[in-house]
């Protein structure tokens, strides 16, 4: 027994050896503490390949039959886990390409309207997914698994299920229902370590009644309501005792920020029928001021058989959990996101029995409520203003490690600080990326669905409602990316459901914020909620967003609780409508014979609700820029509408901090190909939301009122600036130049500004131009806008004004954009690669005496080649006034080229 102790210490030691090796070698100084309890990697077996899937309605066998090796699974699909049912038919090709036109109405099943949401319809009693489906795998258990506790892991299941292993029943659907939930099982005695060992799930697709999954108006649900294995499964491994959860809260001492008090908890369970005692060890591990920190700490435990217990190490009675000077976590716009190591090791007389390893950021995130009743979010006792979007995963909830990089590339890229969650709890990847790349995450239950028909729950409802925040908040809380928890989406949860949730989030230690819904709605538990959902969500004016102010305008209908959807308080979700992407993912998405003029086959991909066309954007866009005759024409002049549509919203909420607190983009990302919401396409191809977004978010950025006429400097950035330069241009569609100022002034760190108003200007042409540009000390541009303008003013209609729009009175005329002469413009360009990067340099010159309005540029895989995706340029959709010369850099992956070279194409409104 004693030389099996020493074996086992050595091969721990020899992990975490490598473990340093690997992950911290710039790190030199942490060769001093050669024993530290970093493991290589847990002990897990993940189940991903060779499975097959099957129809209950082709397989007679029970699971217990199944789940042997004498049952032949012949004419099973093969499938790959995490799948649903309908995303593993589409990869095996027995279903076709459902994003393409409109394949998915062909999908059997698919008889719910169009526009219908899917999660509140009862599935058809002759659709396949009504019955069951099976998912096997066979598989090896490792010999070394041989005396160990073994656990089985589902990180999800939809909706209900029935599991075997071995010919033993693990679970059955009365256990297993929730699709938010996370499952771990015990299969010590039915596993077979050294042997081959057969997995049988039995998987039913949520119903209308159901705690599921919904795409509410965003998009269509696959018909079989994204049923089966959804997340990963695993096999993991421990001793009698295996740890769980490791979570460390912090409480900072802002706004000195010189001190932090640490929490740590995890919970411990006892795998074994017998009582067990032993010792909680843990360790913090960082660098500090290139020195190495550890700290230790420690707790005797004792376990009653089969016994889960939440254990806390605490500040008052752990005093070395108290930091002096520490390394905090922060936003990326505000400072680094600096981790930490957590290390805890649950021993038995001397020998590990488990051990985690997880990373934590010290911060501590506040909030309190503004002059208008909005809530202000401060992160280490420094204000922040949310800027985010609001994110979906694929429609039948596939992911891969290189997308997931690529859309947080994206928006890191654009500046933005948040991403929220409506009820798509995303993967520990998902969050981990988070927490690395300081990218806020705002989180929370979904609307529209069974999650808020809580008149109508059943006790096994609450039950699974229950346990499913428990799951969540156990595997979110330790990171330090998510910023608040929202208990209900379009309405607060009713007062004992209200009080559940936050008996335990207290209970699990949530370290955050927690706001009873999305919405203004007050609740007899904890009152206002100190934000809004108040829309839009259809296209608004760019005028809209400052001039609907708190006091109102006359004749407003009012939107929802909090107001209308203008730049005060924190709006939870908005928009200023569709977001037609550029033409070739036109193409992609409905095929050349659909592609013009506008059909039932766009209108497919455009919302649910009261967004199943993309009319009222076009008859917006058919006034402000004239009538489209072709699919390239439209496209181009969406990019223009949407550009300045977003720019307008995230720059309004920007000018008017602190009374303005919030603003997340509704949506960031789409599920599918789609015409609305989205500040990217599904294909990763930017357009123009993705650049007016980024323009707007500028760290120093020089800004035009709508509402006033007002010139405006805004900084993002959390340091000051001094000597900075504005010049201000008014341009005749001619080039004729009718106004200019200058103006020196200094921008404090987080500050607002309003710098002059604009005169009135005699002898503009029907469209104009405003070209900002802001300069440092050193004469160095560090920020600018163009804005193109109309002399016809556009009015709002706020009589008519719905909880989804704010219907257009009089428009803004930009028709004359089609006087703009013909420019030629000098492109050259050249790559260079680093490492697994390249990086175009793109050098545009103007050299007419026109404007080069809206000039796209792409890189393309060769001449005539597919345009390079996903590509971060630097600047895109740019204008070149006469003699402006602009160098351009577009970084994406080296791979994408492969022999070829890189081919720069350019296109513009007015560019030949």
Known sequence: MKSGRRSAVALFLLFAEFFLAQCISHHPLLAQEAAVSKPASDSRLVLRENWELQTSAKVDAKGEIISTPRFSPTGWHRATVPTTVVGALVKDKTLPDPFFGMNLRSFPGMNYPIGGNFSNIAMAPDSPYAVSWWYRNAFAVPAAYKGKTIWLKFDGINYKANIWLNGKQIANSDEVAGAWRTYEFNVTDAAKPGEENVLAVQAYAP????????????????????????????????????????????????????????????????????????????????????????????????????????????????????????????????????????????????????????????????????????????????????????????????????RLNDEFNYVQDMGLNTIRLEGKLETKEFFDLADRKGILVMAGWCCCDFWERWPRWKPQDFEIAKQSLRDQIYRLRSHPSLVMWLNGSDNPPPPDVEQMYLDIEKELLWPNPVLSSATGKKTSVTGNSGVKMSGPYEYIAPSYWETDTPEGQPGRRLCNPGGCGGAYGFNSETSMGPAVPPVESIREMVGTDHMWPIDDVWNYHAGGGEFKTINVFSQALANRYGKSDSVQDFSIKSQMQTYEGVRAMYEAYSRNKYESTGVIQWMLNNAWPSMIWHLYDYYLRPGGG?????????????????????????????????????????????????????????????????????????????????????????????????????????????????????????????????????????????????????????????????????????????????????????????????????????????????????????SGWNVE
């Open 207 to 402: 119903t209308e009644n159901d705690l599921a999954i919904t795409f509410v108006d965003w998009n269509p649900a696959p018909p079989d309501k994204n049923m089966g294995l959804w997340r990963e499964v695993y096999l993991a491994t421990s001793g009698p005792v295996a740890v769980r959860y490791p979570t460390v809260v912090s409480k900072v001492n802002s706004p000195a920020n010189d001190q932090a008090r640490l929490t740590v908890t995890a919970q411990v369970k006892n795998g074994t029928t017998m009582p067990v005692a032993g010792t909680l060890k843990g360790r913090i591990t960082n660098i500090i001021r290139s020195k190495l920190e550890i700290l230790d700490f420690e707790q005797h435990l004792e376990l009653a058989p089969n016994e889960a217990q939440d254990v806390t190490f605490d500040p008052d009675k752990f005093a070395q959990l108290v930091l002096a000077h520490p390394n905090l976590w922060w936003p990326r716009q505000m400072g680094e996101p600096h981790l930490y190591w957590l290390d805890l090791n649950f021993e038995i007389d001397g020998q590990v029995s488990d051990h985690s390893h997880t990373e934590f950021g010290i911060r501590e995130i506040t909030s309190d409520f503004n002059s208008v009743g909005g809530r202000a979010f401060h992160i280490n006792g420094k204000n922040i203003l949310i800027r985010g979007g609001g994110w979906t995963p694929d429609m039948m909830l596939r992911q891969t490690s290189q």
């Open 690 to 906: 993705y650049f007016g977004a980024k323009r707007a978010m500028e760290a120093l950025h020089p800004i035009y009122g709508y509402d006033d006429h007002s010139i405006w400097v805004v900084s993002s950035q959390y340091e000051d600036a001094k000597g900075l330069k504005l010049t201000t241009k008014i341009y005749n569609l001619d080039m004729t130049e009718k106004f200019s100022q200058e103006n020196t002034l200094d921008a404090p760190a987080d500050s607002t500004a309003k710098i002059f108003s604009l005169p009135d200007v005699a002898g503009l042409s029907p469209t104009y131009f405003l070209v900002l540009r802001l300069e440092d000390s050193a004469g160095k541009l560090v920020g600018s806008n163009f804005y193109w303008l109309s002399t016809k003013p556009e009015t709002l209609d706020w009589a008519k004004t719905t909880w989804w729009m704010t219907p257009t009175a009089q428009y803004a005329d930009f028709t004359a954009i089609s006087q703009l002469p013909k420019v030629k413009l000098r492109v050259t360009d050249r790559t260079e690669r680093k490492g697994e990067e390249a990086v175009t340099h793109v050098t545009v010159e103007n050299p007419s005496k026109n404007l080069a309005f809206f000039v796209r540029l792409k890189v393309d895989k060769g001449e005539k080649g597919e345009e390079i995706l996903p590509v971060v340029w630097e600047d895109n959709y740019i204008s070149l006034l006469p003699g402006e010369k602009r160098e351009v850099t577009a970084t994406y992956r080296s791979a994408e080229l492969g022999a070829v070279k890189p081919s720069v194409e350019v």
